[in-house]
C-alpha cells in the first residue's frame, strides 16, 4: 500500500507545473495527511497547509472565559472532551473541576439531555462547539430538551460555521491559496453548492474530499489538476456521502432552533454571520442570556501562533514554543490540545 501511495504521489508532482499552496481545511484532513507521512513527500513543489476546521482551536479565549462564568454561578457543565484542556486566561476547565466544579465530560449532546433529565436539581449547561456538523446534533438535543419540558437544560452555544471564514481566506490579500481540500462531513450536511461563490468569486478551485488515503490522493491529484489547468470549479470527490444540495432535513432542524449570528474566531477576530445564537422563541435555553454572560478581556499568552497556524499563514516548526514548553503534556494553545489541532498532528507524526 505505501510503495503505491508513493507511485502515487510522484505522479501527481510529475503533473504539477508549478508551486502551489494547497490548504486542507478539515482538522480530519490535517491528522490523515500527517498520519499518512504525505505533507513532506509533496514537499517542494506543492505545500499543504491547514485551515480552520478544528472547532477546539478556533474557539476564542473569550468564549472559554463564558464557561467559567457559568461554573462561577452554580451550573453544571456538560462538555466534549477536547474542551476540558483548552486555556483562557492561565486556567482550563480541568483546574476548575480540582477545585470542585461541577464539569462533566459526555460523548452527545443527547447525553447531556438525558443527564438533566435524571438531575432535576441541577442547572445543566451544554457547551455547545462545533460547525455544521455538530450544530443539527446539538439541535436535536434542544428538541428533546423540549419535548420533554426539561427547565433545566440550557445550551451555551459557540458554534460556528464553515463559507465565512472561507471567504475571508479566498479574499485575504496575505494569505495565498491556489486551491482548497473541502471537508467531507460538513459537506454531508451543507452540499457541494455551499461552496460555489469560492470558485465564481475569487477563481479558486476545490475539491470535497473523504478521510481515507485513497481519497485524499485522488481528490489531491484532482486538485492539483484544476489549479494547473486554472479551471476553477467545485468538485464532489465525496458523492458517497455528499450531495448537491447536502441534508436539507439536518439544516431544517438546525435553523429552527438556530439562526445566523456574529462570531469571534481565535486568529481571525469578528467574522459577521458566521456563528450560531439561539432563536429569540428558544431563549429559555440559552445559557448566554439565562445566566446573564459577559464578554470579558482575556490576557492572551504571548508569542503563540496558534491563530496565524489557523490561517494557514504559519506552520506549528514556526512557533518557538513548538514541542518545547508547548507540547501535548503541556500545551499553551488549542492547536496543540484537540485531536484535530494542527500542531497535536505535527508533534505526533512529523512536520
Known sequence: ?????????????????????LMEVCGTHTVSISRMGIRPLLLPKIRLISGPGCPVCVTAEEDIDKAFQLIDKGATLLTFGDMMRVPSGGETLYHRKSRGADVRVVYSPIDAVRFAK???????????VGF???????????ELAFK???????????????????????????????GFILPGHVSTIIGRKAYEFIAEEFSIPAVISGFEPQDILVNLRELVRLVSSKEARIVNGYRRAVRENGNEDARALLYKYFEPADAIWRGIGLLEGSGLKIRDEFAFMDAEIQFELQRRKIKQVKGCKCGEVILGAKVPTDCPFFGKSCTPLTPLGPCMISSEGTCAAYYKYGS
Do not use: W
Open 1 to 21: 500500500m505505501m510503495d503505491e501511495a508513493r507511485r502515487y504521489i510522484e505522479l501527481i508532482l510529475s503533473e504539477t507545473p508549478r508551486e502551489i499552496r
Open 118 to 128: 435524571l438531575n432535576p436539581q441541577k442547572l445543566c449547561v451544554f457547551l455547545g
Open 132 to 142: 455544521e456538523t455538530t450544530a443539527p446534533t446539538v439541535a436535536g438535543a434542544m
Open 148 to 178: 420533554d419540558k426539561l427547565k433545566n437544560f440550557f445550551v451555551l452555544s459557540l458554534m460556528k460555521t464553515m463559507p465565512i471564514p472561507l471567504r475571508f481566506i479566498s479574499s485575504h490579500p496575505d494569505l495565498r491559496v491556489d
